[in-house]
């Protein structure tokens, strides 16, 4: 079955729709940096690094012929706990409509949109209706949810909306939790430990994966890649160094404390629970939970990579300020491919 990625970030839907064995016909995706990284671990997809708004999906269709699956997510600051939150008078909140476009004309058989959870609450369930009520115009019928990713193996909590449509009559279902969640320690304790400002250049891993977890990520890699520590400043390392494991700015002096307004700022990644959401500056302690359990330094791409299902093979590039935006913005492979192998049980493929 062919997919079609719509706003494809680096390609943590393309992937794990590859991964559960569809063939991904092109993607689109504004970002030249992040472009060219999709394409360096994708070379079969053809990447459209475009405004999408300025591409005409006739002649796409016609160059491509029939699509299966639509997957994407169109950009979502104006959605963001983060962000203003302008709802109907952000303009960023309306590009879904260049995703319903491109279904209107490919017209697959199913479509897989997905989002921050606040699409679906925002100016009171406003766009999750009109999101809804413009798929079933072209003949869909659709779902939506929030799932939080931890319960589909995924070490991270990240909360994401999913629509979910089918021509017609809907017979694919969401996936189901998994039994047993991944936690930090299976995901990481494996990866060589670093200083702050540190880099691991011997590339090979220096021990055996310790976990199930950490063995399918390292399916199909020989090196570990994208393992470079950011430098903290002394004053930050003076502060992670008064931060015991499983603490955070609770433990620190009233001089120690910052104004950062983030959740989870210098408090150190629970071993045996799950990461927060991964952010795009997961670099700095002053921006959330990203100080590991027990290295005075944040978590690197490659560990970021690990907690957002991403395996070891695949490598980011660029920038590093693209990377950590590439990893950030992703969906997760993992949860993706859990929704693929939903849309195959509909079609009655046994994977």
Avoid at 59 to 68: H, P, S, W, Y
Avoid at 166 to 171: E, H, M, P, T, V
Avoid at 259 to 265: C, H, R, V
Wanted: some cysteine; glycine content about 6%; proline content about 5%.
């Amino acid at each position: 079955m062919k997919v079609a990625d719509l706003f494809s970030g680096v390609g943590g839907l393309s992937l794990g729709f590859r991964q559960a064995g569809f063939a991904v016909a092109f993607a689109i995706e504004h970002d030249k940096e992040i472009a060219e990284a999709y394409s360096r671990n994708d070379s079969s997809a053809v990447m459209f690094n475009e405004d999408i708004t300025k591409l005409d999906p006739k002649k796409l269709a016609n160059r491509f012929g029939r699509v299966d699956v639509i997957v994407g997510g169109p950009p979502c600051q104006g959605f963001s706990q983060k962000g203003k939150r302008l709802s109907v008078n952000d303009d960023r909140n309306f590009l879904f409509k260049q995703y319903v476009r491109f279904v209107a004309e490919f017209k697959p058989k199913y479509f897989v949109l997905e989002n921050v959870p606040n699409i679906i609450t925002t100016a009171k369930g406003y766009f999750r209706d009109e999101i809804i009520r413009e798929f079933s115009k072209l003949g869909y019928d659709v779902q939506a949810d929030v799932f939080d990713v931890a319960d589909f193996g995924v070490p991270q909590h990240r909360r994401r909306a999913i629509f979910l449509g089918q021509k017609k009559r809907l017979d694919v279902k969401f996936p189901k939790p998994v039994k047993k969640r991944v936690t930090v320690k299976d995901a990481l304790s494996d990866l060589p430990r670093l200083l702050s400002g540190e880099s691991y250049t011997a590339g090979v891993y220096p021990k055996n994966p310790q976990t199930e977890y950490q063995r399918k990520m390292r399916a199909g890699s020989k090196c570990i890649v994208n393992h470079e520590s950011t430098k903290h400043s002394k004053i930050a390392l003076k502060r992670l160094a008064m931060i015991p494991k499983g603490k955070g700015k609770e433990v620190l002096p009233p001089e120690h404390l910052t104004k950062s307004i983030y959740s989870g700022t210098w408090c150190r990644l629970l071993e045996d629970d799950q990461a927060a959401t991964i952010t795009t500056r997961f670099d700095t302690p002053s921006s959330g939970r990203f100080t590991l359990p027990d290295q005075n330094r944040c978590i690197t791409v490659r560990e970021a990579a690990r907690l957002q299902s991403f395996p070891d093979s695949f490598v980011f590039y660029g920038s590093k300020c693209s990377q950590m935006k590439q990893v950030g913005n992703a969906v997760p492979p993992v949860f993706a491919n859990a929704i693929a192998k939903e849309i195959l049980k509909a079609e009655g493929v046994k994977k």
